[in-house]
C-alpha cells in the first residue's frame, strides 16, 4: 500500500515563500512520476506542478516562474518550493503518485494518479 505524507504547509504573507514535502513509501518510488494538485474552496482540483522519473518537470501556467517541483529519490520524497507566492495561490495542497510507471511525459489529469496524500493547507494572507 502506497502511502504519501505531506508537510510544510501554513500561513504566510503575499510575496513569502513555502517548501511543500511529501515522504512516500510502498512501492518503487523512482519509478513513478509525482505531481502536486490543490483545491481552493467551491473550486475544483487543479493541477500545479508534476515531476516524470527522469526528472523532467511541467507546471501550470499560473504558477510557472515561481513554483519548482524536485525530487529526491534516496529519500523518496517529493518538494515544492514555491516562491512569490499570492493570496488565490491559497487552497489545499495534495501529493500525488501517478498510476503507470516509467512514463515519458507525466499526466496532469487528477485521474492519472493513483495515490494521494491529505493534503496540506496553504494560506497567503496579509
Known amino acids: 500500500q502506497v502511502q504519501l505524507v505531506e508537510s510544510g504547509g501554513g500561513l504566510v504573507q503575499p510575496g513569502g515563500s513555502l517548501r511543500l514535502s511529501c515522504a512516500a513509501s510502498?512501492?518503487?518510488?523512482?519509478?513513478?512520476?509525482m505531481g502536486w494538485f490543490r483545491q481552493a474552496p467551491g473550486k475544483e482540483r487543479e493541477f500545479v506542478a508534476t515531476i516524470s522519473w527522469t526528472g523532467n518537470t511541467y507546471y501550470a501556467d499560473s504558477v510557472k516562474g515561481r513554483f519548482t517541483i524536485s525530487r529526491d529519490n534516496a529519500k523518496n520524497t517529493v518538494y515544492l518550493q514555491m516562491n512569490s507566492l499570492k493570496p488565490e495561490d491559497t487552497a489545499v495542497y495534495y501529493c500525488a503518485a501517478e498510476s503507470r510507471p516509467f512514463t515519458v511525459v507525466p499526466g496532469t489529469g487528477y485521474d492519472e494518479y493513483d495515490y494521494w496524500g491529505q493534503g496540506t493547507q496553504v494560506t497567503v494572507s496579509s
Open positions: 510502498g512501492r518503487t518510488f523512482r519509478n513513478y512520476a
